[in-house]
Structure formats: structure tokens, C-alpha cells
Nanobody
Framework: QVQLVESGGGLVQPGGSLRLSCAAP????????MGWYRQPPGKQRELVAS???????TYADSVKGRFTISRDDAKNTVYVQMTSLKPEDTAIYYC???????????WGQGTQVTVSS
């Protein structure tokens, strides 16, 4: 069973920063598009950002300029640095590993991010 291990969530004030981390098995990480999704209360899960094995990144419009996704191939870990956080960023954040071609799709357990004063 493939496990994606997330960490870094928590409570932060508006305007603050957090960094989420997600570690994956090497064999999965090396060939997957790694992404972060979020699910706000009462809403559907949505893509936040993704990064390909070659380093190409994609961002949701709502987080462009505030969030930065990166991957460390030596540590098999993907990060998302979140800055200028807003209350509307409050959600459960999920790590995802997607093997291209629809071969497989793996999810982490989710980590709560709450932005509130």
C-alpha cells in the first residue's frame, strides 16, 4: 500500500505563512506529477498546485503569487510554501501523486490548515 506522509498544517493568522511537506516512496515520486489539493468546508476538492518530474509547475489562480510548490528529488518530498494566507485558504490540504497516463493516483491522509485571527 502506497503511503504519502504529509506534515506542516496548523493554525495561522491572516497574512501568515506555512509550509506543507509530503514524502512519497521513491519509486512513485520519481515518475509522478506531485500535487497539492484542498477541500474547504462544504466545498469540493480543488487543485492548488502541481509539479512535474521535470519541474514544470501549475497553480490555481487563487494562489498564484502567494504559494510556491517545489520538489526535492533527493528526499522524495514535495513542498508547498504558503504565504500571505487568507481565511479563504482554510481547508484540508491533500498531497497527491499522479502517474501519467492514468496508471495510478495516490492520496495522502490530509492535513488541516486554518487561517483565522
Amino acid at each position: 500500500q502506497v503511503q504519502l506522509v504529509e506534515s506542516g498544517g496548523g493554525l495561522v493568522q491572516p497574512g501568515g505563512s506555512l509550509r506543507l511537506s509530503c514524502a512519497a516512496p521513491r519509486i512513485i515520486f520519481s515518475i509522478s506529477v506531485m500535487g497539492w489539493y484542498r477541500q474547504p468546508p462544504g466545498k469540493q476538492r480543488e487543485l492548488v498546485a502541481s509539479v512535474t518530474p521535470g519541474g514544470r509547475t501549475t497553480y490555481a489562480d487563487s494562489v498564484k503569487g502567494r504559494f510556491t510548490i517545489s520538489r526535492d528529488d533527493a528526499k522524495n518530498t514535495v513542498y508547498v510554501q504558503m504565504t500571505s494566507l487568507k481565511p479563504e485558504d482554510t481547508a484540508i490540504y491533500y498531497c497527491n501523486a499522479k502517474i501519467p497516463g492514468g496508471v495510478a493516483d495516490y492520496w495522502g491522509q490530509g492535513t488541516q490548515v486554518t487561517v483565522s485571527s
